[in-house]
């Protein structure tokens, strides 16, 4: 309960003070790719389906995989940026403040991502809402390896403590962890 009550919070607030620099990246996003926000279905909390906002790192025509299996020249160069810098994650924070999201957790995958949905079935991680960040995220452990990434969502939730909370939110902000990996 506090933990959403710090995502509602947290979330409302990096609303409020990043407005100027999301309406500055969606300018640049324009001029970029014609269409800067970027919108998919994803696997939320009890496999219930929740569209994921974030900011369009590659083509609009890019085929809606997993990252790790699309194609690095599908990646603009603003995105590339967005992507280094972690900024393409901030349109998620209305996903939080929804309560679609926390800012703890799971990335939330795909539909079609059926090994990894099997494996995280099997260690109750849809039980919980998925995250911006956590366990797997700043040790750079992505959906590329399902069974692996399922069992780190697993052991960072059933221990998942305040401290930890913010542990993997300050690594993140600092710059701790790379995102999913983009085949070369």
């Known amino acids: 309960m506090l933990i959403?009550?710090?995502?509602?919070?947290?979330?409302?607030?990096?609303?409020?003070?990043?407005?100027?620099?999301?309406?500055?990246?969606?300018?640049?996003g324009m001029f970029d790719t014609g269409s800067p926000i970027f919108r998919q279905t994803r696997v939320g909390r009890n496999k219930k389906p929740f569209t994921l906002i974030k900011f369009r790192t590659m083509k609009p025509d890019t085929e809606s995989v997993a990252s790790h299996l699309a194609s690095a020249a599908a990646i603009t160069p603003f995105g590339g940026f967005l992507r280094k810098t972690k900024l393409d994650e901030l349109p998620q924070l209305w996903n939080v403040l929804k309560g679609e999201m926390s800012l703890v957790g799971p990335r939330?995958?795909?539909?079609?991502?059926?090994?990894?949905?099997?494996?995280?079935?099997?260690?109750?991680?849809?039980?919980?809402?998925?995250?911006?960040?956590?366990?797997?995220?700043?040790?750079e452990i992505d959906m590329s390896t399902?069974?692996?990434?399922?069992?780190?969502?697993?052991?960072?939730?059933?221990?998942?403590?305040?401290?930890?909370?913010?542990?993997?939110?300050?690594?993140?902000?600092?710059?701790?962890?790379?995102?999913?990996?983009?085949k070369s």
Request: charged fraction near 20%.
């Open 108 to 139: 939330p995958c795909l539909f079609n991502q059926e090994e990894l949905i099997a494996e995280r079935e099997r260690h109750g991680v849809f039980n919980f809402r998925p995250g911006i960040t956590g366990l797997a995220q700043v040790n």
């Open 146 to 182: 399902p069974v692996l990434l399922a069992e780190t969502d697993q052991k960072m939730l059933s221990k998942l403590s305040l401290k930890d909370y913010f542990k993997y939110i300050f690594m993140t902000v600092a710059g701790k962890g790379s995102g999913d990996r983009v």
């Open 4 to 28: 959403r009550l710090l995502d509602i919070i947290f979330s409302f607030c990096g609303l409020i003070l990043g407005f100027p620099v999301l309406v500055i990246l969606t300018i640049i």
